[in-house]
Structure formats: structure tokens, C-alpha cells
């Protein structure tokens, strides 16, 4: 016998289309399993309700808290209180709305006059503008560079609109300047650089704030921040009076060439601690350093006698009056009694 050709039922959906019998089929299904959902859901919240009633009701407790937190009588009573504090929340929201609202009007304005000055009132105590302004006015267009001080880098470029960086220095520390490379956009150029030190050709202002701004003016600046100085292990533990043998190798990621003289540009090996200043020995290392090539050098270092504490130690280059923070990696050194 020959079996009857299965038959498969068109529909017509409402916008002309014909719908398979197998659609109709999945949308039966997705029905059939929202139903099953929703008869789940209710099922289970309502053991969870019983649940919850059941325990109430045999814990020791209940008629204490049915007395106390579902009283008519109780609800009647305390009922003014709660819309006299609902009425005192009202109030002190209002007022500190209003409050609020002039507060932050009146921020808003002194922010304002602080920034675009339209009424010209000084809110200047140290005179930080007309101080800035001489040095910008001392670099003449060129970029000011400072020794350590990163609020003043910051505090020039806000009063003045131009541009300054931050040395990072090991006398003083670190900062986000570190991570910037103003310095290498300023390589080559002509700069101002703040000194500390008695360096020969300085020159000296006088600012309004009653400071001394010391610079020397130099017509291609040379930066050594990332001049990379790798090193053979050092001891954890020293004494004074022990001789370290230091064996270095100096990267040069930069396009200029370091005669290193062990005086105008130097290697120096640092012992910081944030207790006491910091200490920096130069190191009689010689040579010629290349544009992007290395340079190796060693020498022996006799530990001096500091305090016996743990210091951060590491090695530094000073292209002077251009000193850095550390050229590459430190150590902890303990260094004993």
C-alpha cells in the first residue's frame, strides 16, 4: 500500500501572509510555556507568603510585635506624631533646597570672578600672578623649566597660558611630571632653567611675592630623564666602610651624544630616605655616551657612614644645572649599625 501524502495546513496571517503549521506549532509552544511560567511564579510566591506567615506566627516573639507594630489602637495614637515629623521633614527640605540653591549660585559667581576677574577684585594673597607673569616675561616665549617643583610648573602654566615643565629631582621628589615627555618636546630648543645651586652665569628676580626666581638661559636644552643606567645586583644588607664594586651600563634612548666628564655631566649613586636629605656621591665613571647607544662604565664605592636606617638607592645622571630623579630601577639597602 502506498501511504497518503502527509498534509501540511496554510493559514492566513491578518496582513495576507500564508503561516505554516509548524509556526503556529512554535507559538503554541512559547504560550504553553508562559502559562507554565506565570502558574510557577505565582505557586512559589505563594509558599514563600505561607512560609513567612507560619513563621511569624510560632516565633516567640509575635504577639509582642503584632501588639506593638499592628495595633489599630497604637496606629490610631501615634498616627499625629507621624505627620508632625512628615511635616518637619517637608520643612527642613524645603529649606535646604533654598539653601542649597544659593549656596551653589554663590560658588558659581566666585568661581567666575576668580577665573574672568569682571569685577578686577585681587583674591590673590602671595601675588602668585603678577610673580609668574615676571618669569614669563624673563623667558620671553621660551619654555620655563623648574627644578622639582611641580606646583610651580603648574601654578606658571595657569597664570600665564604658557609653557613649563617640572624636573623631577631626587632632592625633592617625584611627581606626574616623571611620566610626560614635555622635556624630550622641549629637547634642542632654547629654554630657562630654575637652579638652586651657585652655578656659574645664573641670573636672579625678584618677585612680587617677596621669592627669588634663580635661572641660567640655555640655547639648546639637553634632557637626561630617560637615560636608562642598568647595574649588577647590589646587597640587601651593608655597613658603613664596605666597598660595593658597581659595574654600570648606560642606555641612551636619545639622539645626542654625553661626554661624561664626571663634572658638568655626571654619574652619581643616591641614598634617599624621606627622613633626612637626600644623599648623591658622584661616581668617577668616564666615557662618551652615543645618540641611541650605551655605555659601560664601573667603580668602587665605599659606604659611608649615615644614619642606620633603610634606603632607597639607585644612580642618577646630572647634565648640569639639569639633575633627575633616579635613571632607572632602585634598591632597597639596609644599611646596619
Known amino acids: ?183 624630550d618636546r622641549m629637547a634642542g630648543k632654547p629654554a630657562i632653567l630654575q637652579v638652586w645651586d651657585s652655578v656659574p652665569g645664573k641670573r636672579r628676580l625678584k618677585l612680587s611675592n617677596g621669592k627669588r626666581f634663580e635661572y641660567i638661559e640655555t640655547e639648546h636644552f639637553t634632557p637626561v630623564r630617560r637615560i636608562d643606567v642598568a647595574y649588577d645586583a647590589l646587597p640587601g644588607q651593608v655597613a658603613a666602610g664596605d666597598t660595593l664594586h658597581l659595574r654600570l651600563t648606560l642606555h641612551n634612548p636619545y639622539p645626542y651624544e654625553y661626554r661624561i666628564d664626571g663634572d658638568s655631566v655626571s654619574v652619581s649613586i643616591v641614598w634617599r630616605n624621606r627622613s633626612e636629605p637626600t644623599h648623591r656621591y658622584k661616581l668617577p665613571i668616564t666615557g662618551t655616551l652615543p645618540p641611541h647607544g650605551e655605555m659601560q662604565g664601573s667603580a668602587d664605592f665605599v659606604v659611608p657612614a649615615l644614619t642606620p636606617r633603610t634606603f632607597q638607592v639607585g644612580f642618577t645622571i646630572a647634565n648640569l644645572p639639569v639633575t633627575s630623579w633616579f635613571n632607572g630601577k632602585t634598591v632597597k639597602i639596609n644599611l646596619k649599625k
Not at 513563621?55 to 509575635?62: E, I
Not at 569685577?119 to 601675588?127: A, I, P, Q, S
Not at 618669569?135 to 610648573?153: L, W
Not at 601654578?155 to 632632592?171: E, L
Open 1 to 183: 500500500m502506498t501511504a497518503a501524502p502527509t498534509e501540511t495546513r496554510q493559514h492566513n496571517a491578518p496582513d495576507g501572509h500564508e503561516v505554516s503549521q509548524v509556526e503556529l506549532e512554535r507559538r503554541q509552544y512559547r504560550v504553553h510555556q508562559q502559562i507554565q511560567s506565570t502558574i510557577t511564579s505565582l505557586i512559589s510566591t505563594i509558599v514563600f507568603v505561607v512560609v513567612i506567615v507560619i513563621g511569624l506566627k510560632l516565633s516567640p516573639g509575635w504577639p509582642r510585635v503584632k501588639e506593638t507594630f499592628f495595633s489599630g489602637e497604637y496606629f490610631v495614637k501615634s498616627f499625629p506624631h507621624v505627620l508632625d515629623g512628615l511635616w518637619l521633614n517637608i520643612r527642613v527640605l524645603l529649606v535646604a533646597v533654598v539653601g542649597v540653591a544659593i549656596l551653589s549660585t554663590l560658588i558659581a559667581l566666585v568661581r567666575i570672578e576668580m577665573i574672568f576677574n569682571p569685577l578686577g577684585l585681587k583674591f590673590e594673597v602671595f601675588d602668585n600672578r603678577a610673580s609668574y607673569n615676571e618669569i614669563a616675561a624673563a623667558a620671553d616665549g621660551r619654555p620655563v623649566i623648574f627644578d622639582g617643583s611641580y606646583t610651580d610648573a603648574a601654578k606658571y602654566g595657569f597664570y600665564t597660558g604658557r609653557t613649563a615643565y617640572a624636573q623631577p629631582s631626587i632632592r625633592y621628589r617625584t611627581s606626574q611630571y616623571e611620566l610626560k615627555d614635555d622635556d
